[in-house]
């Protein structure tokens, strides 16, 4: 099964050690989704994130981790079942993995880290040979409470192999985006880049699954107000006046191209204020 691996590396024609390495760890995370799929995941969990974006939507940023979204809330979930269903899907391309379960009781985000240098010891590398022992990471995370009125979608998937996998719907997507740039307590660029995407699909948020993340968690947590375009495009302007835009656009760039990080600079307040006005 190394084989497939070696003609999806392939695909890339990698000009580099960063596209090389980038390549590796999107072919890890893919092969771990199919590995997941394997082990009935997706009939409990939806993909979500920057990954799915790009997986599923082709959004043109690399992106590090696997996110996903209980599709119903479980106090209970457990890393652990799934994990070992995971390792021995990995394990018939070849691939042994490290994998730690980091979750914590207290907490309705579930961690665990997958950790590897299987992988890049077994491909045929142009530019990582000195590199073998390097280590891949993964995080994978889950939250098992999610805000309700999520919608969610299927896809088929061909590589490794075919598979399934369930995932949420672009307008939900959208809307926990939109709700981390509003209540993220720390300034994160690539919010903002995926915000532009977003807008670019001429994607509307989920209203509903919004207003609940919005009650659920950050600053309006429990005011159970009604959450319309008019109160968005307020929210949104009063926080793109506060932010650093060259902080943004120096925290998003080392997950671009070339050529997509030279459209960072546009980045200012009247570049997102626009983009806001066309939700």
Request: aromatic residues 12%.
């Amino acid at each position: 099964m190394i084989e497939l691996l070696q003609q999806q590396l392939d695909r890339y024609e990698a000009s580099g050690l960063i596209e090389e390495e980038r390549a590796t760890r999107e072919i890890f995370q893919e092969v771990s989704l199919y590995a997941l799929w394997r082990a009935d995941f997706f009939e409990v969990a939806a993909f979500q994130g920057g990954t799915s974006l790009r997986i599923l939507h082709g959004l043109p940023r690399f992106s590090e981790d696997l996110d996903f979204i209980l599709k119903a809330p479980d106090p209970d979930f457990e890393w652990n079942p799934y994990l070992e269903k995971l390792l021995a899907g990995l394990l018939e391309f070849g691939l042994r993995p490290e994998v730690i379960d980091k979750s914590r009781m207290d907490q309705n985000v579930k961690r665990a880290l997958l950790k590897d240098n299987s992988i890049s010891n077994q491909l045929d590398l142009s530019f990582e040979r000195d590199h073998l022992n390097r280590k891949l990471k993964i995080k994978l995370e889950i939250d098992i409470n999610p805000p309700s009125g999520s919608g969610f979608a299927y896809s088929y998937l061909d590589y490794p192999l075919d598979f399934e996998v369930c995932h949420k719907d672009l307008a939900s997507n959208f809307s926990l985006k939109i709700h981390a740039l509003l209540c993220r307590p720390y300034l994160k660029g690539r919010d903002w880049y995926d915000f532009n995407w977003y807008v670019k699909q001429n994607v509307h948020p989920n209203y509903v699954h919004l207003q609940s993340a919005l009650n659920q968690l950050g600053p309006w947590q429990g005011q159970s107000r009604t959450i319309d375009r008019d109160w968005l495009t307020d929210a949104l302007a009063e926080k793109i006046s506060s932010i650093d835009w060259k902080e943004a656009s120096a925290d998003v760039s080392r997950f671009l191209s070339v050529a997509e990080q030279q459209s960072l600079t546009l980045w200012n307040k009247r570049f997102f204020l626009q983009k806001s006005e066309r939700i």
